[in-house]
Structures are given as C-alpha cells and as structure tokens.
C-alpha cells in the first residue's frame, strides 16, 4: 500500500513544477508602464518646463534693448518745475546697440543650454528607464519564487501523506511526520514573505508610474527571442554617439567655448544713438524743424581689467567642461565594462543551472521520495533532496531576473532609453 501511494505522488510530481505567475487586476508590457512613466511622473514635467524657461529666453537674448524716450525743458528760470517760462525744449529717443555679434553669441550659448536641458531630460529617461525595469523584473523574478514556495508546500504535503502512510504500516517513525510538517510551514512562511516583497515592489513601480501605491497591478512579460551579447567595442562605439549624459556635456563645452566668445567681445565696445528734435514753441509745443544726432561709445574700463578677468574666467570654463566631458566618459566606460562582465557570468550561471544543477536536482528528489516509499531510504535524504530542488528551483528564478536586471543596466549604461 505505501509503495502505491508512493508512486501515485511521485508521478503528481511532474504536474506542478512548471512556474505560473501569479494573477493581479489590471496586466500591462513593460512598454506601457515606460509610456505611462514619461506622461506621469512629475519629474519629467519639471525637466521639461525647465527646457522651456531656457528656451523663452532665447528671443530675450537676441531682442534689442528698451529705448529710452525723453523731454527737456531748458532753460527754466527761478524754479525747475516753471515749464510756462522756460525757453526752449526738446524730445529725445535714445538707443542703446551692442557690439555686433554679442547678442548671437549670448543666444547661441542659452541654446546650447537649452539642448544640454534636453539631454538631460533623455538621461533621466534612462535612469528611470532602468529603475523601473530592475522592478520590473524583480517582480517578477519574486512572483516566480513564490511559485515555487508554493509548489513546495504542495511537495511537502506529498511527503507528510507517504510518511503517514508509513507510520500507518508500521514503516516509519510519527516524527517523520511532524518533519515533513515543520518543513511545510516553513515554506508558507517563506512564501507570505515574498508576497510581501511582491506587494513593496508594485508600490513601487506604482510611484513611478506617479499613481498611488496601493493600486493593483499585474505586470506582463512580452515573448522575445533570446538575446545576444554584442562585442563591448560595438558597445563603447554605440555609448559614445547616443549617450544623453556625454550629448549634455558636449552642449556644455559649447556652452562654454561661446561663453569665452562673448567675453572677448567685451574689449569691443557698445554704441549708444540719440535722436533729438528741437522745439522753439515751449512748454508742450511741437514747432520748429531742428534736429540733433548724437552718437557714444561705451568703452571698456580703464586697463582692461574687468575683461580679462571675464576671459580668464571663461577659459576656466572650457578647461572645466573639457574635464567634465573626459570623465563623464571614463565613467560610462566603467559602467559598460562592469555590467558587460556580470552579464557574462550570469549567462554562465544560467547554463549551469539550466542545463545540469536544476535536472539533477529534481532526480535526485523523486528518487528519494521513491526510495523513501519503498523503504529504500532515510526520510532525512528525502528532506534534504526536497530542499536542494527548492533551493535551486528559487536560484534558477532569481538567476532570470537578475538577467534581465543585468540587460538594464548594461542598456542603461550605453544609453539607451524607449529605442
């Protein structure tokens, strides 16, 4: 009888070891949850409005300077404010120029600002982009783990019925029982805890999407091909062009190199114009045909120091965004080399467990629960090979999802966003 009931779970065996992800409310691909990211979240809102105040500031810059429009009674006898006595006046427009060329440049710079805002914008795209992917597949990582909690408790079950039909016949001792039951409660404590880590991750990928945390969510994996790992020259190659950060640090050498521009023109000077017309008919009379043009410079101070200061300044600028820019770069090159070496040996792990670990694992479980029905072995093995294949069963789940975590950080690292 125990050796029947034995094989009869034994054979349930292969019916529950295929992971299922775990049903939720509302299912959406990865693509959605990033869309939905980048209209939502707050933060891209900020980002934007600052590019716009940058850009509004463009015509500002090119705009020419206010006129000043003025009248002057003179002279006034006995008093200043006596119009009705005075003896002549006139009306006076003035216009102030800059040097040509300063206003481009100063233009030119806040659009190379207002192209460094945008990929900046990108480069938080990226980062929140491999945020929310790292959650992402976390979750499901975690959903699967608790699959296989669940598949172990129902393991367990099959154990605690063939010790039971033992100790009915005889065969075995009640604590082989009460093992199997530890054991079992065991892991649906272990599969309560991961439910909570579940639930902690979709609050979080929730507050990245700018809902609230408590909503319900179920994610969906989209099917794909299996993915290949490009030479890491062709990922240097590939960082070097579309990286956001390195696009804004090359804006800010811009930047910086008309900045220096604009501070050599300040040893050219401006011109001011003035435009007068004469009246002979005071206080408020408009009569008479004489004019006056009057033309200033405004030079520079005296020796020249201000400007060379502004220049020297602005120099310091350009060496610092050169600097900037060479370390930006060494830092994505870090960053690639380093997740280019743990997706290698993730891929590693992956083979092993795929191909040998897990395989040897389940065998050497139902040949125990076999061995353990037919008296043919301790109940201790048969625990210890239902903790192995739980134990490699997890590994092999989480191993997928720190793939797919490894996948991010390596696209983060060259750059890539929604491509």
Do not use: C
């Given at each position: 009888m125990a050796i029947c009931s034995a094989t009869v779970f034994a054979a349930e065996l292969d019916q529950i070891e295929t992971p299922r992800l775990l049903p939720t409310t509302e299912s959406m691909t990865l693509p959605q949850l990033a869309r939905e990211m980048r209209a939502r979240n707050p933060q891209f809102l900020r980002a934007?409005?600052?590019?716009?105040?940058?850009?509004?500031?463009?015509?500002?810059?090119?705009?020419?300077?206010?006129?000043?429009?003025?009248?002057?009674?003179?002279?006034?006898?006995?008093?200043?404010?006596?119009?009705?006595?005075?003896?002549?006046?006139?009306?006076?427009?003035?216009?102030?120029?800059?040097?040509?060329?300063?206003?481009?440049?100063?233009?030119?710079?806040?659009?190379?600002?207002?192209?460094?805002?945008?990929?900046?914008?990108?480069?938080?795209?990226?980062?929140?982009?491999?945020?929310?992917?790292?959650?992402?597949?976390?979750?499901?990582?975690?959903?699967?783990?608790?699959?296989?909690?669940?598949?172990?408790?129902?393991?367990?079950?099959?154990?605690?019925?063939?010790?039971?039909?033992?100790?009915?016949?005889?065969?075995?001792?009640?604590?082989?029982?009460?093992?199997?039951?530890?054991?079992q409660s065991s892991a649906e404590n272990a599969m309560f805890q991961t439910q909570r880590q579940i639930d902690v991750a979709r609050q979080n990928i929730n507050n990245l999407l700018g809902r609230d945390p408590d909503r319900d969510l179920q994610l969906q994996l989209e099917a794909g091909g299996a993915q290949s790992l490009p030479p890491l020259a062709e990922l240097m190659l590939q960082a070097q062009q579309q990286h956001p950060e390195l696009r804004d640090y090359a804006f800010r050498m811009e930047a910086a190199k008309k900045n220096l521009a604009l501070a050599k023109k300040a040893y050219y000077p401006d011109m001011q114009l003035i435009l007068t017309k004469i009246s002979n008919n005071p206080p408020l009379g408009l009569a008479g045909n004489s004019y006056g043009v009057e033309v200033d410079l405004v030079l520079p101070t005296w020796f020249f120091e201000r400007e060379k200061a502004g220049v020297n300044e602005a120099n310091a600028g350009v060496i610092s965004a050169q600097a900037s820019a060479e370390v930006a770069w060494r830092q994505v090159q870090l960053q690639i080399a380093n997740a280019y070496s743990q997706l290698q040996q993730l891929f590693k792990e992956q083979e092993l467990l795929q191909?040998?670990?897990?395989?040897?694992?389940?065998?050497?479980?139902?040949?125990?629960?076999?061995?353990?029905?037919?008296?043919?072995?301790?109940?201790?093995?048969?625990?210890?090979?239902?903790?192995?294949?739980?134990?490699?069963?997890?590994?092999?789940?989480?191993?997928g999802g720190n793939l797919q975590q490894a996948w991010a950080g390596l696209e983060a690292a060259i750059g890539k966003g929604l491509e």
């Open positions: 934007s409005q600052e590019k716009l105040q940058i850009e509004a500031r463009i015509p500002q810059a090119l705009a020419w300077d206010q006129p000043m429009i003025g009248m002057e009674q003179t002279p006034v006898p006995h008093s200043p404010v006596n119009f009705e006595r005075s003896q002549g006046m006139s009306y006076r427009l003035t216009q102030t120029m800059s040097f040509p060329g300063k206003k481009q440049l100063a233009a030119d710079i806040l659009q190379a600002q207002a192209y460094s805002a945008e990929a900046q914008i990108d480069q938080l795209m990226v980062q929140m982009l491999a945020e929310l992917k790292r959650q992402f597949y976390m979750t499901l990582a975690m959903q699967q783990q608790a699959e296989v909690n669940r598949n172990t408790v129902e393991r367990l079950n099959q154990v605690k019925q063939v010790a039971k039909v033992r100790y009915a016949n005889n065969a075995a001792a009640f604590v082989d029982y009460m093992n199997a039951q530890v054991a191909q040998r670990r897990l395989p040897e694992a389940q065998a050497a479980y139902r040949l125990a629960l076999n061995g353990y029905a037919n008296n043919a072995g301790d109940f201790n093995g048969l625990l210890l090979a239902q903790q192995n294949l739980r134990d490699t069963e997890l590994a092999a789940a989480l191993i």
